[in-house]
């Protein structure tokens, strides 16, 4: 079945045809539900509205140029999501229903997988909701698993191409032994009024210290940051920041290209030695770096000396979507392929 084109799409919400549910009531969870709505009903003592109990995942599909579809690293989605399940006091999403709704999800909406070439994809986003109605702090003893896809443009506008950061002190994303960890929507509430703030100053994206001693990098808005230097690939270790899936799958790209790998702690300054960076996550895969100002210090850290991306960068980002989109063998076998 041939997608569509989608080379003028840009990234965000677009109606597709169906969604797939399912709930958890009595202990256990039940059969897929197929929807055409967008709607779904909600008592208005449910827990996801007063006490903040749900949960969000983000992946994509791929139409490759022999029109299989390909979907990234399902797997590593559903045990991300149960460890936010652990953490936030909801009933953990076995894998084998996880992949089974996103692989339902994707066939009924086979037609809103973008052709390939257009750099567009198909963005899946499972959501999970507590559902049963009280008032009190505890958890639910109802859910709501649901998946909807949305074909997307690209995050940023330019697509693959240097963006420039600011640095916020007077903001806080997540709290060092908090929920930061956790892909719940209250993390991405706190980033909103320093991403507004960043957007008015000509910023691509807020870039956060950790919220402790701002000393040492968390990450660029809702964003992985790594930095190149010396033959290393080098990302920050954080209690308060999510652990990304592409970042992850770059940091086992680096290592399959000779580097070295570095998860620790990030100094700020030492911004100043990095050859070239990147913020990197689902949507934007890499979004290259230009420079980062922390204006509160007068400083401006450059990351690309002539505002294209570097090297590695480059070839980082190359490699990875050549595999999401099967032009680059799959040796790490991330990618489920789906006839449809």
């Given amino acids: 079945m041939k997608g569509f084109d989608g080379s003028n ?27 055409d709505s967008e709607m779904i009903p909600l008592h208005m003592a449910a827990t996801c509205l007063h006490y903040g109990q749900e949960a969000f995942e983000g992946l994509k599909a791929y139409r490759g140029k022999d029109d299989k579809v390909r979907i990234f690293r399902m797997d590593k989605n559903a045990e991300r999501l149960q460890s936010t399940c652990r953490g936030m006091m909801m009933p953990e999403v076995p894998t084998e229903l996880f992949c089974e709704m996103v692989t339902k999800v994707v066939t009924l909406n086979a037609k809103w997988v973008p052709d390939y070439g257009s750099g567009a994809t198909l963005y899946i986003r499972p959501l999970l909701i507590g559902t049963s109605a009280q008032v009190g702090v505890h958890p639910a003893s109802e859910y709501l698993l649901l998946m909807f896809v949305t074909p997307v443009g690209p995050y940023f506008k330019g697509g693959f191409s240097t963006n420039p950061y600011m640095v916020t002190r007077q903001y806080d994303r997540s709290a060092p032994l908090g929920t930061g960890i956790y892909k719940v929507g209250g993390n991405y509430g706190a980033s909103m009024k320093a991403n507004d703030l960043a957007h008015k100053m000509g910023y691509s994206c807020e870039f956060y210290l950790d ?65 070239e960076a990147g913020a990197c996550g689902t949507a934007a895969v890499i979004s290259p770096i230009e420079r980062i100002d922390d204006v509160e210090m007068n400083k401006t850290y450059v990351l690309s000396k002539d505002g294209k991306p570097g090297p590695i960068c480059t070839k980082l980002y190359e490699t990875l979507t050549g595999i999401q989109f099967g032009d680059i063998e799959d040796t790490h076998n991330w990618v489920t392929v789906l006839d449809i």
Wanted: aromatic share 10%; with cysteine.
């Fill in 211 to 275: 919220a402790k001693e701002k000393k040492y990098i968390d990450e660029c808005g809702a964003a992985n940051f790594f930095g190149i230097k010396d033959n290393t690939y080098v990302t920050p270790k954080s209690t308060s920041i999510l652990p990304s899936i592409t970042n992850l799958s770059l940091q086992q790209l680096a290592e399959d290209l000779g580097m070295r790998v570095e998860c620790r702690q990030v100094p700020i300054e030492e911004l100043e030695t990095f050859e």
């Fill in 9 to 35: 799409l840009k990234f965000g919400y677009n109606k597709t045809d169906f969604n797939v549910r399912c709930e958890y009531k009595d202990g256990k969870w039940g059969d897929i539900q197929v929807s």
